[in-house]
């Protein structure tokens, strides 16, 4: 099933790290009422079992079950995080009051990233149940050729989700909200958690896959380049949003909350005490 012989150690590592964050990133998400943080969670799960599968293999590597289970759930894995991470922007947005200064209109968003996520997430569950589970060449080069298709697009959307976040950035800073100065005064950092994920997700994690799926045989033949660059990838985002989980600071600051209103009553106020 494998080009190499699966490391015991190398999984065993990812499975701890993997069920440590999951249990905080859950307790977090269930303290908090953070709902929509609930992929963040799954997507743990799912690296969780892919890599559970993987110890099987190390014990036997012929075993084709285990050989499908890691491939399929390691594949969908960083698709779940990724969605929590896109959800979380667009609350971001409103929080800050920036909806104007996104150019994909934020009332579009969730419905948007949601609908996407969904249907690659399930061609990406076709396309590797194609690749694993089939005996036909041309039912697994079809699924190659679907799973491939998938990196581009999801590479595509997550650039295009985090060209949306840079064109927030820039004209906040040029226009700062209300909430933006008050609220979410170190916004700035809040906001690199999105860098973070996309450039390790969305371009680093997608064309290392690429690249293996074009036949490098460095990538295909050695098991170390997986874990590096997509397995523990994983372990960092995740624990860079369970130590600064914004979607609890998102929900401590109400959406609806307008600063530019209560600036005016507080004006008010101070007119009707002065006379």
Same mark, same amino acid.
């Given at each position: ?43 743990? &799960?799912? #690296? @969780?079992? *892919? ?5 099987? +293999? %190390? ?62 997430? &399930?061609? #990406? @569950?076709? *396309? ?5 589970? +089939? %005996? ?67 371009? *680093? ?71």
């Amino acid at each position: 099933m494998y080009d190499y012989t699966p490391s015991l150690p190398l999984a065993v590592v990812a499975v701890t790290l993997f069920s440590a964050l999951g249990a905080v990133l859950c307790f977090r998400m269930t303290q908090t009422k953070t709902w929509s943080s609930i992929f963040f969670v799954l997507g743990a &799960i799912a #690296q @969780l079992s *892919g890599y559970v599968a993987r110890i099987f +293999s %190390t014990q036997n590597v012929c075993n084709r079950g285990a050989y499908g289970v890691q491939s399929v759930l390691l594949l969908l894995g960083p698709t779940l995080i990724m969605f929590s991470v896109n959800m979380t922007q667009t609350k971001f947005a409103r929080v800050l009051h920036a909806e104007k200064l996104c150019f994909i209109p934020i009332h579009w968003q969730p419905w948007l990233y949601m609908s996407i996520n969904i249907i690659l997430t &399930i061609l #990406q @569950l076709i *396309g590797g149940i194609m690749t694993v589970a +089939s %005996t036909s060449m041309t039912t697994l080069a079809a699924g190659g050729k679907m799973t491939i298709a998938i990196y581009v697009i999801q590479t595509v959307l997550w650039m295009l989700v985090f060209s949306d976040n840079i064109c927030m950035t820039i004209r906040l800073h040029n226009q700062p909200t209300e909430s933006s100065k008050k609220s979410l005064a170190n916004w700035k950092l809040w906001n690199q958690l999105f860098g973070l994920s996309t450039s390790i997700i969305g371009l *680093g994690r997608n064309v290392m896959r690429l690249t293996m799926a074009g036949g490098v045989a460095f990538l295909i033949e050695s098991e170390w380049p997986s874990y590096v660059f997509d397995g523990y990838q994983m372990i960092i985002i995740l624990t860079a949003w369970a130590i600064w989980y914004l979607p609890e600071k998102c929900e401590a600051i109400p959406e609806a909350r307008d600063y530019r209103s209560l600036t005016a009553l507080e004006d008010i106020r101070n007119t009707s005490s002065s006379v």
